[in-house]
């Protein structure tokens, strides 16, 4: 399972921190990251981290948000700074991950959580 903390309300200019901690039956992990819930039925991409290292952003997070591994490797860390109100969403913890040895990659996704960024 994916257990996401932080969040929380901030005024524009702010900063907030998201971790996510993936636990239970892993094999293996080929990436984690963060989405928020947008305007349409599909979440956007916020950030990922692959296995390797790799870092991708979503457009209007680049330069304001930074994703990193939190010591194991089933964890992540996703720190926001100079949040504007355009930020403000339910985000949501990704892995896509094998459970065990012969089993398929799967995505798993945490509980949302809400980030409020507002004066």
């Known amino acids: 399972q994916l257990q996401a903390s932080g969040g929380g309300s901030v005024q524009p200019g702010g900063s907030l921190k998201l971790s996510c901690a993936a636990s239970?039956?892993?094999?293996?992990?080929?990436?984690m990251g963060w989405y928020h819930q947008g305007r349409g039925n599909e979440r956007e991409l916020v950030a990922t981290?692959?296995?390797?290292?790799?870092?991708d952003y979503g457009n209007n997070v680049k330069g304001r948000f930074t994703i990193s591994k939190d010591g194991g490797k089933n964890k992540v860390s996703l720190q926001m700074n100079n949040l504007n109100p355009e930020d403000t969403d339910v985000y949501y913890c990704?892995?896509?991950?094998?459970?065990?040895?012969?089993?398929?990659?799967?995505?798993?996704w945490g509980q949302g959580t809400q980030v409020t960024v507002s004066s």
């Open positions: 239970g039956s892993i094999f293996s992990v080929d990436d």
């Open positions: 990704k892995a896509r991950l094998q459970k065990y040895l012969d089993d398929g990659w799967f995505n798993y």
């Open positions: 981290i692959d296995s390797y290292g790799r870092i």
